[in-house]
């Protein structure tokens, strides 16, 4: 059996406000409570965040969180990654970030994860939008990119609306 892993995308640690690192540590939790592992850029903000919630569930195990690192130092990972995989890679690692996940979280974020959001569009990946946290989740939830497909981004208002996106999504 293969583990389902999500890939969640937002704000690094200067663009990551109080209010959407706080949903980071809820959202990283209730991920691994539901038993996905998750893959993030492994720096700080939303990353982190994510991280350190996985590892206050009652489900975690070791391997649950995983930093594909733009850079190729190990030591620049948060701490509470897992598995820490330093790219090397600059800015072309979002790829690496989306292409690991079976689907996509996205909360807030700017450009970066607008080019994460973007990437997984091209790549057919479910893409579910936090649209309360502001940032280039709230602007692309509930819309098309572009011609090219008919379904829209997911629109998720809430971390119980996400959970039950990705219910649906795993199967």
Not at 2 to 24: H, M, Q
Not at 81 to 104: E, F, H, K, M, T
Not at 124 to 130: A, D, M, N, Q, S
Request: proline share 2%.
């Amino acid at each position: 059996m293969r583990l389902k892993i999500i890939s969640v995308i937002g704000p690094n640690a200067e663009g990551c406000t109080s209010e959407i690192y706080d949903f980071g540590l809820k959202l990283g939790k209730a991920l691994t409570d539901e038993g996905f592992f998750i893959a993030c850029g492994g720096l700080g903000g939303l990353m982190e965040a994510v991280c350190k919630g996985a590892k206050q569930s009652s489900s975690y195990r070791a391997g649950c969180t995983i930093g594909i690192l733009p850079t190729l130092r190990k030591e620049d990972a948060n701490e509470f990654c897992d598995v820490v995989i330093p790219s090397g890679l600059g800015l072309a690692r979002n790829l690496l970030v989306v292409n690991s996940g079976d689907a996509i979280v996205a909360v807030g974020g700017g450009a970066g994860t607008l080019s994460e959001i973007a990437l997984a569009w091209q790549l057919g990946k479910p893409v579910i939008c936090y649209s309360a946290s502001g940032g280039w989740s709230a602007e692309v939830a509930g819309r098309a990119i572009d011609k090219r497909k008919r379904e829209k981004i997911i629109e998720a208002k809430s971390l119980q609306e996400i959970l039950a996106h990705l219910k649906i999504l795993s199967g």
